[in-house]
């Protein structure tokens, strides 16, 4: 009797210690971690053991308050070492090399919970993964007393892959205050990026104040206010007011920078040149190469380049700056004396993608500067610029970077690339031992749709979870010493307001984070997405927007051999029952579900679907048409277009 009690205690014990290894999700996946039996629960007077370090402070006051606001406990900071203090936040008094300047060793047991770590970044790092460890709850904002709050007993080691690990946020094209901007930082740090590229300029507004060059915040950062299809819009009449915009005070850039500062994120200016400057044409008519600049406006989403061709792409109006005017490297001089003096992170962004030159092939002064420099083409007059720029940034004691775009034509000597078009142009810089970081639109671009456009704000191309956690930034052919690391990049054409940013970024952004965080061999597409799904509830907790898209169907259409329309459905997750109406009521789980490729009936107008977990319903509500699919098997075309 003996042996059963205790062969069944040993059960027990071993099923606490499952169902809490299940519920630990922790996103970047840790380098290494074991979860043992038990937890620790946090006491009514939480004490936190930390050095005192300047670099710190603000992290703790973030730590405790937030530990106040949910728990509700009384948080006490302590720079004495004792052992039984509840949190020890500890540098290591002889560095860990394995786990370099932000990792950290995590470890709770049911005694009290301590982080190790060679630097404060480390010790930041590890705090985020223990928020994780915690009831989702802790991410709101409200105090929650009836909440058990502990966390499970683990053994963690974890350092980053990647030094750079970025996401951009396009406060160009559409205008986001600081104060959204900060929960923009806010998101991402809890999942261990650290760096803010800010797109700052564009063809639709100049975003950051330069007190040498005023027209370019009085004038550049304002337009007309539209909403509908981005590059659509009807062409902005004199009587609509120029209202709509912003930019960014010096006074809102320090801040920034010292918002980001303290939660350990670099911001890492892009100032876009020579195309994509039509707010800077506008401000200053005379640094472009086209008369009658004069007469030009910022952008208000009205079409201004025609795609038709590829790229570069031909413009409507000359949105560049001119390579051959010598007051255009007075005001890049200018611009970046002050933006260098804001901006503290080593690299500052030129932009450089994009940039069409069919008004430059018109000009007499283009002309005449490829005669003087021996210039052959468009290409290599961009690079021209290009080698210029990067010596006017050198000079303010920056390292100069830019879209690929800066390698036709011949690579300024320094420069690092960031590749944007596919992988081709890291390979390429890297080849030719320049620095690289990935950002290629096929794994990263955070402005495509996450799934079908029947169920999305409509945008070119579509860009699922499941091909974004396919991020590699070390192609085989590379040596990964070029590979500073990988960035995604939320572009805001089609992005009007902050919550959509959000939902346009999340729950993607979990999935490059794992790229550029995670051991490569600790990848694993079933676990992150179990892992993304219990990180749904934090972020609900949180009050992030995410896309659901996951639970959506996906749709294939396809004609049979006596061309009959077929429709495949799929889910990006398995485990998930598809049920399906032709009759256009809603279906839920008592409706067909679908096991097998379907043929629709001969008058039906749309199908409806909808996804299940067992009871569960899952995805949206999804509406096709029946001709939207026939259109599809005609064409041969996917969702994505
Ligand atoms: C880019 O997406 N044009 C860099």
Redesign the pocket.
């Given at each position: 009797m003996k042996k059963l009690i205790s062969f069944t205690l040993v059960i027990l014990w071993c099923m606490l210690a499952v169902s809490q290894t299940e519920q630990v999700a922790i996103i970047p996946a840790p380098v290494s971690m074991s979860t043992q039996a038990g937890h620790f629960g946090l006491p009514k007077i939480i004490k936190v053991e930390a050095p005192n370090r300047p670099e710190l402070k603000p992290a703790l006051t973030l730590f405790s308050d937030k530990l106040k606001t949910t728990t509700g406990a009384e948080v006490n900071i302590t720079a004495v070492e004792n052992s039984s203090n509840t949190v020890r936040l500890i540098l290591n008094k002889s560095p860990n090399s394995t786990i370099g300047k932000e990792g950290y060793d995590l470890k709770v047991t049911p005694a009290g919970i301590t982080v190790r770590a060679n630097e404060p970044a480390g010790l930041f790092y590890g705090i985020q993964t223990l928020w994780q460890l915690l009831p989702k709850e802790i991410e709101g904002q409200k105090s929650n007393k009836k909440i058990k709050w502990q966390a499970p007993c683990v053994t963690i080691e974890d350092y980053p892959r990647f030094a750079w690990r970025g996401l951009m946020f396009d406060v160009a094209r559409h205008f986001f205050t600081k104060e959204q901007v900060e929960r923009y930082i806010d998101d991402m740090v809890k999942y261990k990026f650290n760096l803010l590229h800010m797109h700052l300029t564009d063809d639709e507004g100049w975003r950051i104040e330069i007190k040498s060059l005023p027209n370019l915040t009085k004038v550049g950062a304002w337009n007309v206010k539209k909403v509908g299809y981005f590059g659509t819009f009807s062409a902005p009449t004199p009587d609509e007011p120029r209202d709509y915009g912003g930019f960014y005070s010096q006074d809102d850039i320090r801040e920034l920078v010292k918002y980001a500062k303290e939660r350990f994120v670099n911001i890492l200016p892009e100032i876009d040149v020579p195309g994509h400057s039509l707010a800077a044409v506008v401000s200053y008519p005379e640094l472009s190469c086209t008369p009658g600049a004069d007469k030009y406006h910022v952008r208000s989403g009205e079409e201004i380049m025609d795609w038709s061709h590829g790229q570069p792409p031909v413009a409507l109006v000359d949105n560049t700056l001119c390579p051959a005017n010598e007051k255009v490297y007075d005001f890049l001089d200018k611009v970046l004396t002050e933006v260098a003096q804001l901006f503290p992170f080593g690299y500052i962004h030129m932009g450089g993608?994009?940039c069409p030159k069919n008004y430059w092939e018109k000009s007499d002064a283009i002309k005449s500067l490829m005669q003087k420099e021996g210039l052959k083409n468009m290409e290599e007059v961009q690079s021209y610029f290009e080698k210029r720029l990067e010596k006017i940034v050198e000079s303010k004691g920056k390292k100069f970077m830019g879209?690929d775009e800066i390698l036709e034509g011949g690579l300024a000597p320094d420069a690092i690339v960031m590749s944007?078009r596919g992988i081709k142009g890291g390979i390429e810089a890297a080849r030719q031992q320049h620095q690289v970081v990935m950002s290629p639109?096929t794994f990263v671009?955070l402005d495509y749709m996450q799934a079908d456009r029947v169920m999305e704000p409509h945008v070119y191309a579509t860009l699922r979870l499941k091909t974004c956690y396919q991020f590699e930034p070390v192609p085989d052919s590379v040596d990964a010493k070029y590979i500073m690391g990988g960035q995604a990049?939320l572009?805001t054409e089609q992005v009007y307001n902050m919550r959509h940013a959000q939902y346009m970024t999340w729950p993607r952004a979990l999935a490059i984070a794992e790229c550029v965080w995670s051991p490569k061999d600790k990848k694993n597409w079933n676990d992150f997405e179990a892992r993304t799904e219990q990180h749904f509830a934090r972020l609900d907790a949180a009050e992030t927007k995410y896309d659901p898209a996951v639970y959506d169907p996906i749709f294939k259409a396809s004609k049979t051999a006596d061309g009959k329309l077929q429709i495949e459905m799929s889910t990006e997750i398995d485990g998930l029952d598809i049920h399906y109406s032709f009759d256009n009521s809603f279906p839920d789980k008592f409706y067909p579900k679908y096991t097998q490729p379907l043929i629709p009936p001969k008058d039906a107008v749309e199908m409806k679907v909808i996804t299940y977990r067992g009871d569960n319903p899952l995805g949206r509500m999804t509406v096709m048409s029946i001709q939207e699919m026939q259109r599809r098997a005609d064409r041969k075309r996917s969702d994505d277009e």
């Open positions: 993608d994009e879209w944007w639109t671009y990049n572009w």
